[in-house]
């Protein structure tokens, strides 16, 4: 909790980003609900996702070049004032009756690309808010705010839908983005600490080059994609809950929620993590962890065991972003952090997807147990290779950070 006791800027930044989260999160399950209730067709529900995704991998690498050359304060403000204003529209829409499809597919692909820009912005000024020896803790929390945003924000939103209509959803989150606006406006200006004789417009092809000569930040995105793409079972929920346990939707849900509570159980009880030096390490062992625990999970059939295994994993996976996001911002030079950001926006965004559509194939060819026993394997093994191919990460210092 020090970075909040420390820092008042990064206090009002956190509760902004927080409530705001579950705001945005109240929004993506009304937007998938009204869908639904539009067409009546799956598809058309699965299509937000995909209206959604294509504008945060495109735009995150553009967003982060942009907070890399302008003032990130202001970029942070104007696109947050951005999402408001299209919460705003969703509201207007629902209470004006405008009840249309590709409306809504429009104002998620807008929202994405506001937070796309948003995002970079915000994680690259936390260095600046809060100092080095407080970034664990200040990425710590800022799992939580995600986690805690993706476990409340469905849960209030289906109850707001439910007695008040989708406007009620809408309006609130549109209200939740002035927290976060207010706590933008209070932040002094951040300009990027520029190199001399550097260009004075960032480019996207600079930073893609200065992570391919930076082994240790490169081996942070490949350590995590190790995880997301070979052992994540998230697309065999509903299959898993049926031909496992003999469940219903209502086990999916806890089987999707178990993950989740585990990564905000590790944000909760993580101050651990600030005596921790060899964050590389601390990855390698998170990430494995994460195998181990997926793979014993697909052993077992037990449901409480395989919740309890899925909370492990998740918060395995809370450790390893904690270090990954810390080594991002402390080992890269303030004006890359905005572009790396980006990257890490893209791989956060695109690898669970890839990892989604490799278990949804592989289920079919083999068997749901067969293919989450054997992804968690794979992602032992891989983690394994990547600590044999990069040995220097193994050793990064967090008290010499070095790139």
Request: hydrophobic share 55%; charged share 10%; glycine share 12%.
């Amino acid at each position: 909790m020090t970075p909040l006791r420390v820092s008042a800027d990064f206090r009002r930044l956190w509760v902004g980003n927080t409530i705001s989260w579950i705001g945005q999160a109240m929004t993506a399950l009304s937007v998938s609900l009204q869908v639904y209730d539009l067409t009546g067709s799956s598809f058309s529900v699965g299509l937000v996702g995909l209206f959604s995704l294509v504008p945060l991998v495109v735009f995150g690498l553009y967003g982060g070049a942009i907070a890399d050359t302008v003032d990130r304060r202001s970029l942070g403000l104007y696109s947050a004032v951005g999402s408001c204003a299209l919460s705003f529209a969703l509201a207007g829409g629902a209470l004006a009756g405008f009840h249309h499809v590709w409306f809504l597919y429009a104002i998620v692909a807008l929202q994405a690309v506001c937070g796309a820009i948003n995002a970079p912005a915000r994680s690259s000024m936390i260095p600046r808010l809060v100092g080095p020896e407080h970034l664990p803790a200040a990425n710590a929390l800022s799992s939580m705010t995600t986690t805690s945003g993706t476990l409340v924000g469905p849960m209030l939103g289906g109850v707001l839908v439910g007695l008040w209509g989708y406007q009620s959803a809408y309006l609130i989150d549109a209200l939740a983005f002035s927290v976060s606006l207010y706590a933008m406006w209070r932040l002094p200006s951040m300009r990027p600490d520029r190199a001399q004789g550097a260009a004075k417009r960032a480019s996207v092809l600079d930073g893609l080059r200065f992570l391919a000569t930076r082994p240790n930040l490169r081996t942070t995105f490949v350590s995590d994609l190790c995880a997301m793409i070979l052992a994540s079972p998230r697309a065999l929920f509903p299959a898993v809950a049926v031909l496992w346990y003999g469940g219903d939707a209502g086990t999916v849900g806890l089987l999707v929620a178990a993950p989740a509570v585990g990564a905000l159980l590790g944000g909760v009880f993580s101050g651990w993590q600030g005596r921790i030096r060899r964050h590389g390490l601390a990855i390698l062992l998170a990430v494995g962890a994460w195998g181990v625990a997926i793979a014993v999970f697909g052993l077992t059939r037990n449901l409480w065991l395989g919740l309890l295994f899925l909370a492990l994993a998740g918060a395995a996976d809370a450790v390893s972003m904690v270090f990954r996001s810390t080594m991002l911002q402390a080992a890269a030079p303030d004006d890359m952090r905005g572009r790396l950001q980006g990257v890490f926006i893209v791989v956060v965004a695109g690898g669970p997807r890839l990892g989604d559509f490799l278990a949804g194939s592989a289920a079919d060819l083999t068997s749901p147990a067969v293919t989450v026993t054997a992804g968690g394997l794979l992602c032992v093994l891989s983690i394994g290779l990547v600590a044999w191919k990069w040995p220097r990460f193994a050793r990064y210092d967090a008290n010499d950070p070095q790139p």
